[in-house]
């Protein structure tokens, strides 16, 4: 009997259950279910075909890490208590979680994050101050105009909006590079704006300053109008509209005014004279004749000075000086021309003379047409009847630790250079050359042109890089050794001769003579390739060379010197 009492009390238990249950399902949902047919058995788990790569070792986050899994309100304070009212926890995360593993904002986030970010944005900016910025090779006057000018558009500069640390590491890209005009009125406007915004001036590291060579002067329609406002601008044109000289300019005693009163942490300089036919010269001093000059306001901050179409600024020694007195921490300079002329080598020629012992790089850009030539110009002629240029650039060069040189060029720099050096003392360390032609003594006409079907430039190149690694023998402190021809219209752009030697290895021409030489000087040298030939060479019906390159388009390691005799006739490219 107590058996059958049992029984009778688990049955009704679980009809009590069942109908629980039923209860709970009906009152869930707001119509009732309707019994399906029976379920098909479940399929036995078919086996992984693919599996998913691990993440590399190399990745800087190799786990996948799980998103936010608590909401806060963004209204509340960081110091918040955590109730009800201030956060609401998702049901899926456990609160130990959200406890072990804080959430941060991106302020919190380290300095170096932001910056990366910024970086990711904006560019990678080169350092005013490293060592490593004056590598002649990666940073020249070229590069230097760009290497920390940064993009003004608005949904950039709305970024310093994100947060307040974001507003000053934007605000330093943003400023960080700035061009003016030099006239009055933006001299004026720009001491006005910094005035009112004294936080910007330190952010401010590159100043590029140009003056202009015209000016547009038209005819004013209302009768003693004597305002700079720009012409209309018709489909036909400029309406009565020309062009004179400019009247507003800014002299150069204004401009370092400017500099050294508003921007004191400025390294760089960038002083643009502009080009033009019969362009007028920079003034120095607005009240003082043109003969007398007197000192320029001291900028002590900057190291770096750039000047572009360096003619209108610069034309003789004195010049020069007058600049250099008033930049006492220089330690770079950049100069290049606009147009080769007999008169900059001349002038720069009585400056290097003169040059001050801080300067430590020097990159000098004479002649920026890279293309050959026929014989050599008449004003390049002028200049070597009145002196040897090569030995005025191998006197400067002595005293420095870096030097990049574009223009005219011979063995004889060389060979100076390591007479006027010191093997003990000298601290020259690179030697960067580009060739435009190399200067020859007593050269025909026909005789003293350029371009690799020329094989009298070719020899005259050759004793130029001998004369190079027999330099070496002096200048024991040279790590980087590279000189080259560029020519723009060579029919085989990858023959353009040159010679590189860096981190122990050696690139470019060679002839037994170069590797015997480079054998004796410095015995741990060694060439990365030497090939024989320039590829398969054969001849058409008219007589004609043609040449098809083995190699790439890429830079050639190996050019062999006797095989450009093959090219003195002419060469086809197939």
Partial sequence: MSIDRDRDRDEDEDEGSATVELAAIMTATSTPVTPGPASPPLEPPKPIDFIPPTRPSSTPFPNAQQGQTDIRCLACHPDCPGSDDCMVTSPVSPPAVVEQNPVLTLA?????????????????????????????????????????????????????????????????????????????HCGNDVMAFFVRHPHLRPYVKHIEIWFPVFQPKFHSIVPGDTSLALPTVSPEGIASATYALPTDNSTLEEVFYLVSMQFPEARVLTLEGGERKKAPR????????????????????????????????????????????????LEEWHGTYAKPKSKSYLSMASTLENLDSKIASLNLCLESDYRREVTCPPYYLKVCEQLHWCEKLAKAASSLEHISYTGRVCHGFFDLLARYS???????????????????????????????????????????????????????????????????????????????????????????????????????????????????????????LVISPDFPKSRVLSLKLANYAMLSGGVTVV
């Avoid at 950039?156 to 330093?172: C, G, K, M, T």
Wanted: net charge positive.
């Fill in 282 to 329: 920079v003034k120095f001093n607005f009240t003082c004749p043109t003969w007398a000059t007197r000192d320029l306001p001291e900028i002590s901050s900057i190291r770096t000075l750039i000047v572009k179409g360096q003619w209108n600024i610069i034309r003789q020694a004195k010049d020069w000086e007058v600049i250099s007195r008033a930049l006492p921490n």
């Fill in 422 to 544: 010191n093997p003990r003392t000298t601290r020259l360390k690179t030697i960067d050359l580009t060739v435009k032609n190399c200067c020859r003594q007593n050269a025909q006409w026909n005789e003293s042109g350029s371009g690799i079907t020329d094989m009298h430039f070719i020899t005259a190149f050759e004793q130029l890089v001998l004369g190079g690694i027999r330099a070496l023998e002096r200048l024991k402190s040279v790590e980087l050794l590279r000189i080259r021809y560029v020519d723009l219209d060579s029919p085989i752009p990858p023959l353009n001769p040159y010679f590189m030697i860096r981190d122990g290895w050696c690139s470019g021409v060679w002839s037994d003579e170069i590797v015997a030489e480079i054998n004796r000087v410095r015995p741990d040298l060694r060439f990365e390739e030497m090939v024989e030939g320039f590829g398969d060479v054969g001849y058409n019906k008219e007589g004609r």
């Fill in 108 to 184: 919190q986030l380290p300095a170096e994050i932001h910056e990366c970010i910024l970086d990711h944005i904006f560019g990678y900016r080169v350092s005013t101050t490293s060592p490593s910025s004056l590598n002649i090779p990666s940073v020249n006057a070229r590069s230097w105009s760009t290497a920390l000018r940064h993009s003004r558009r608005k949904e950039l500069s709305n970024l310093a909006l994100v947060s307040p640390l974001w507003r000053d590491l934007i605000q330093q890209r943003l400023y960080r590079h700035i061009k003016l005009k030099a006239t009055v």
